[in-house]
């Protein structure tokens, strides 16, 4: 495509806009479980007017927009609320589960260097289940991955021990998960807690899906184990608003336990011929409205609100759970939350993946083991019987379609 010489009629361009759209997911027909968190119209509607009501301002500015700094400090203020974060405790809201992440180990090597560590090869320690964020971080400052299996025992969960071993004087952080997403497994965070604290080891848990989630899920009755900065030797932690925080895409929070440890996460620069410039994430200009939108919705729903959107998609993973049992299939470990993994002992999960996007679904698989994969949102209560009911039907089209190959090849052995 090149530039019109002219322009063209925004009606024109509208039809063209929306058009491009109509071999997307399905999401807003309830047939997509990954990338898009859908609390309903209601919730969609207070994103577009906050997003845009500060669409054109520039969180890269806190003296041009106060607004946007005091909003900012407010929705880091009510995540640490949430996730126990103690006096002094603190952070910054960044684009997304990534760029937090990112800043977490920039902070932690950081940090490290600061108190003499001179490390030749600076190592992260995580279980084979983190998301693959900290590798690209990694990549980016060159340090050293160490993926440690899973615990073999059908949990799924971190093998502290495994990862305690695998700690040496070079290592600058170790990882623990609530949840991690292929699983949707809460790591023992307690455990990883005392084997960091005995490595003398800064610990980060990924609570990008989960720390938005986690602490309504908790207030539900559901039996949440500790996993934020209740557990002492948790240094920092990553949870993005825009999952289950149902706020505008580009909204994270990188949260840290005291000033202390924060301070090595700004880049202050003032070694060239501009104004001298400090930016506390890894972006320079910054979305107004993603920190306005993420304002919006954390105070439109409130505590109450959360716990209602959040108590609907744990029953409705329940539902799942007990739909896809009754199929056959495995569900994967002790899913608390939002999302859900299973597998079948005789089919492989590919497979039938393959026919239910035949079928308009759009989900996710996780690779090892071989699974469905689901991450649930509130509208999709009105759709699980649906799901269901296409599962049933792609499982017994694969299973037909085995039966077929099988007869094919007794016939031309």
Not at 117 to 124: E, F, K
Not at 273 to 298: D, E, H, Q, V
Request: hydrophobic share 40%; charged share 20%.
């Amino acid at each position: 495509m090149r530039m019109s010489e002219h322009g063209r009629a925004w009606d024109d361009v509208q039809r063209d806009l929306v058009g491009r759209g109509g071999r997307d997911a399905k999401w807003r027909d309830g047939k997509t479980a990954v990338y898009v968190f859908n609390a309903g119209e209601e919730i969609a509607q207070i994103q577009k007017e906050a997003y845009a009501a500060y669409m054109s301002e520039n969180g890269l500015g806190p003296l041009a927009f106060p607004s946007l700094n005091q909003m900012e400090q407010d929705v880091i203020s009510m995540g640490l609320g949430l996730l126990h974060g103690p006096e002094g405790s603190t952070g910054a809201m960044t684009s997304g589960g990534t760029d937090s992440i990112t800043m977490a180990i920039k902070t932690a090597r950081d940090y490290a260097r600061a108190n003499g560590r001179a490390m030749q090869s600076a190592n992260v320690v995580l279980p084979y289940s983190a998301h693959l964020a900290f590798d690209k971080a990694c990549h980016l400052m060159d340090i050293d991955v160490r993926r440690i299996p899973v615990r073999t025992d059908g949990t799924f969960e971190a093998d502290a021990d495994a990862m305690e071993a695998a700690c040496d004087a070079e290592t600058i952080m170790m990882v623990g998960s609530a949840p991690n997403f292929p699983h949707g497994i809460i790591d023992p965070i307690e455990q990883l807690g005392e084997a960091a604290e005995r490595q003398g080891v800064w610990l980060h848990v990924d609570a990008c899906v989960g720390g938005y989630f986690a602490p309504f899920a908790r207030m539900n009755g559901v039996p949440v184990p500790p996993f934020d900065f209740e557990v002492p030797a948790v240094h920092s932690m990553s949870a993005d608003l825009h999952k289950y925080g149902y706020a505008a895409k580009g909204a994270s929070t990188v949260l840290f336990r005291s000033e202390e440890l924060y301070q090595h996460m700004p880049f202050d620069f003032s070694c060239w011929s501009g104004a001298p410039m400090k930016t506390p994430t890894l972006a320079g200009t910054r979305p107004g409205g993603a920190i306005s939108a993420a304002w919006a919705i954390m105070n439109y729903l409130g505590i109450d609100g959360y716990r209602r959107l959040q108590g609907k998609v744990c029953d409705t993973r329940e539902r799942v759970a007990e739909g896809v049992k009754a199929l056959g299939f495995e569900v994967l470990g002790n899913p608390m939350l939002g999302l859900i993994a299973f597998r079948h002992p005789d089919h492989h999960a590919f497979a039938i993946y393959g026919e239910l996007y035949k079928r308009g679904w759009f989900t996710s698989a996780t690779k090892e083991p071989p699974s469905l994969h689901l991450m649930l949102s509130p509208e999709h209560a009105n759709y699980v019987d649906d799901y269901l009911e296409d599962l049933s039907a792609s499982l017994n089209a694969v299973v037909q379609a085995a039966g077929s190959a099988q007869k094919a090849d007794v016939r031309y052995s």
